[in-house]
């Protein structure tokens, strides 16, 4: 089996997510090089990684509405406003999982990621909650059922 690839065939693609990873790695690394000065993959810290997320917010297709819009919290506008698109918080999170992934893969100690940093998942915290507010939406994170609790609504049907 070919250590770079963790498919069960060598000679198969890599996977999407696998794919995915290595262009978000790619990705960060051509920022790490056009920063000033170009930083070392050994030397970055959370403080980039938090830079290289508001980076990518010129490229969001989101519309997030600001405090001051009269449809903040509106969850569908009647209208256009001027307020700016930014990255989605889903798409953030999941590219800080696979760039965290991507990290401990190229070598770098689990326990020291900067993608795993408190301050990179307070960063993501506030932006789900200020995206959900924005947009009229409420976010509830889904707890697993107990399995017992399960089983008896199985038993019930």
Same mark, same amino acid.
Do not use: M, T
């Given at each position: 089996m070919d250590p770079t690839n963790n498919s069960s065939s060598s000679s198969s693609s890599p996977s999407r997510y696998e794919s995915q990873k290595r262009r978000d790695w790619d990705t960060f690394g051509q920022y790490l090089r056009n920063n000033k000065p170009p930083l070392s993959f050994a030397h970055f810290n959370p403080s980039h990684v938090l830079e290289f997320l508001h980076y990518l917010d010129q490229f969001g297709k989101t519309k997030i509405h600001i405090l001051t819009c009269p449809y903040f919290g509106v969850p569908n506008p009647p209208t256009a406003c001027p307020c700016p698109f930014r990255q989605a918080w889903g798409s953030l999170d999941a590219l800080v999982g696979r760039l965290r992934a991507a990290y401990d893969e190229h070598g770098g100690n689990p326990e020291t990621?900067?993608?795993?940093?408190? /301050? !990179? *998942?307070? #960063?993501?915290? /506030? !932006? *789900?909650? #200020?995206?959900?507010?924005? *947009?009229?939406?409420?976010?509830?994170?889904?707890?697993?059922?107990?399995?017992?609790?399960?089983?008896?609504?199985?038993?019930?049907?």
């Open positions: 990621n900067p993608f795993g940093a408190p /301050e !990179v *998942r307070r #960063f993501l915290r /506030e !932006v *789900r909650d #200020f995206q959900a507010k924005s *947009r009229g939406i409420s976010y509830e994170k889904k707890r697993k059922r107990p399995k017992q609790k399960q089983q008896e609504d199985r038993q019930q049907e």
